[in-house]
């Protein structure tokens, strides 16, 4: 045995009060909201399809090919509507250098004309995608006689969640004076 590490030895007591110390801390499930549980659901249902592909691909040796469409799909709506959770905790990449070096009014300037562009990029994409389901109509996916629309709706969704979430962020800076990009020490991750 390797006399250099420290060894630690636990009763058959102690392992189980570590899991009684467990069971105190209660699961809050208050920051979730409803889009997040969409996406939750997405995500579960995309693994459900990548499975049943393995599955019947490497043990059926009789691929459904299905599958991998209906996965893919899951996958790119599991981004749109996931972006809408990360817009809402404003967990977005965010470079917040210069606001270091700039006086406080201009930071603040600044700051707010980063939340109107934001809200504006994102309402011009949900149009975008609004026109793109015109667009594809009721065009049919390659394997399955679904309309690709579906999955655009589902984007789009996901964008006009995060044109919300963007609105809140907004108004949540422009009450509390400042941003996460201004005063990332004090900011706490509090919801609009």
């Known amino acids: 045995m390797d006399e250099t590490l420290p060894q630690v030895a636990a009763s058959a007591e102690e392992l189980a009060h570590s ?7 209660q699961t809050d499930l ?12 997405v995500f579960w249902t995309m693994v459900v399809l990548v499975f049943l592909q393995f599955f019947t691909r490497y043990a059926l040796n009789n691929s459904l090919a299905w599958t991998e469409e209906l996965a893919t799909n899951c996958l790119i709506a599991l981004v749109f509507i996931g972006a809408s959770t990360c817009v809402r905790k404003d967990r977005h990449i965010q ?4 606001y270091r070096y700039l006086p406080a009014p201009a930071a603040r300037v600044l700051a707010t004309l980063v939340d109107l562009i934001r809200l504006a990029f994102l309402a011009y994409l949900t149009y975008l995608v609004w026109k793109y389901i015109e667009l594809v109509g009721d065009e049919k996916m390659t394997t399955l006689n679904w309309p690709k629309n579906v999955i655009y709706w589902l984007a789009f969704f996901g964008f006009s969640m995060m044109v919300i979430r963007a609105a809140q962020i907004t108004w949540r800076n422009m009450k509390l004076g400042f941003s996460a990009l201004e005063k990332p020490q004090a900011y706490d991750g509090s919801e609009a």
Do not use: C, P
């Open 19 to 25: 899991f009684d110390e467990a069971d105190l801390h």
């Open 30 to 41: 208050s920051d979730y909201r409803f889009d997040d549980w969409i996406t939750l659901g």
């Open 95 to 98: 470079v917040d250098l210069l």
